[in-house]
C-alpha cells in the first residue's frame, strides 16, 4: 500500500531582524532577503549604514524559514527559503510570512512609504514571488546575483515587473552568476517589457557598499 501525502497548517515563529523604528515619519524601508545558508543576523549588518545614516529610513532582514548545519551534524548554521522538497508549500509558506511581516511593519508607516525590496542570490527568486502577491507596490525591485523565477506565470509576472523598477547587480568575479546568465536574465525581462536597470561592481558573490548607497540616492 502506498503511502499518502498530507499537509497541516501548523502555527510557527519565523524570525526577522530590523534596523531603525517604523513610525509616521518613516520615509523608506528596504526589505532584504538573504541567499542560501546565510542568516539574517549577519546579512542586515550591510544595509546597517543606510539606517544610520537616516533615522526615517527601515531595513528588515527576514531569515528563510528552514535552518541546517553548513557542515556535518554541529558547527555553523545557516537558512535557506526552500528546497526542490515539496517546494510549492514551502513557496507559499514564505509568501504568507512575508506578507504578515510587512503588513506588521506597513501598518506603523504612513501610506506613501517607499519600499525597496531586495533578494540576494536564492533570495532573488524570493521575493519576486512573494512581490506577485504582496499587498503593496514596490518602488523598486534588485536582484542582486540572483534571477527572477523562470516558472512563475508568465501574466503575473508581466504584470508585476510593468509597475516596478528592476534593477540587476552582479560582481564581475561572481563565481555563480556569469555574464552570460545576467544577458540571458535581462532578455527574459525585456521579453516581459521590462527594461531592468544593470549594475556591475568589481567584486565576488557578496554585497557591496557602494552599490547599496547608489541605489539609496535613486530612491
Known amino acids: 500500500m502506498a503511502a499518502q501525502e498530507h499537509h497541516l497548517h501548523v502555527q510557527r515563529t519565523a524570525r526577522y531582524y530590523q534596523l531603525g523604528t517604523p513610525g509616521p515619519n518613516t520615509r523608506r524601508v528596504w526589505v532584504v532577503c538573504h541567499g542560501y545558508g546565510q542568516l539574517a543576523a549577519y546579512f542586515i549588518r550591510h544595509f546597517a549604514f543606510l539606517?544610520?545614516?537616516?533615522?526615517?529610513?527601515v531595513v528588515l532582514a527576514p531569515e528563510g524559514l528552514s535552518r541546517f548545519y553548513l557542515q556535518g551534524t554541529s558547527g555553523r548554521v545557516g537558512a535557506t527559503w526552500m528546497t526542490r522538497e515539496d517546494r510549492l508549500t514551502e513557496i507559499e509558506d514564505y509568501v504568507t510570512y512575508l506578507n504578515q511581516?510587512?503588513?506588521t511593519i506597513l501598518a506603523q508607516c504612513s501610506p506613501d512609504?517607499?519600499?525597496?525590496?531586495?533578494?540576494?542570490?536564492?533570495?532573488?527568486?524570493?521575493?519576486?514571488?512573494w512581490l506577485a502577491h504582496a499587498p503593496f507596490r514596490a518602488a523598486r525591485l534588485v536582484l542582486w546575483a540572483g534571477a527572477?523565477?523562470?516558472?512563475?506565470?508568465?501574466?503575473?509576472?508581466?504584470?508585476?515587473?510593468r509597475q516596478v523598477p528592476v534593477t540587476l547587480v552582479c560582481g564581475t568575479q561572481d563565481?555563480?552568476?556569469?555574464?552570460?546568465?545576467?544577458?540571458?536574465q535581462q532578455a527574459a525581462l525585456l521579453g516581459l517589457g521590462v527594461d531592468p536597470e544593470i549594475i556591475w561592481f568589481e567584486g565576488r558573490h557578496q554585497l557591496d557598499r557602494a552599490v547599496l548607497q547608489r541605489l539609496k540616492e535613486i530612491m
Open 51 to 57: 539606517a544610520e545614516d537616516d533615522l526615517n529610513t
Open 101 to 103: 511581516l510587512s503588513d
Open 113 to 129: 512609504v517607499q519600499i525597496l525590496v531586495l533578494g540576494f542570490s536564492q533570495g532573488a527568486a524570493t521575493v519576486s514571488r
Open 148 to 161: 527572477f523565477p523562470p516558472d512563475m506565470d508568465l501574466a503575473v509576472a508581466a504584470r508585476l515587473l
Open 175 to 184: 563565481e555563480y552568476v556569469t555574464a552570460e546568465a545576467v544577458a540571458q
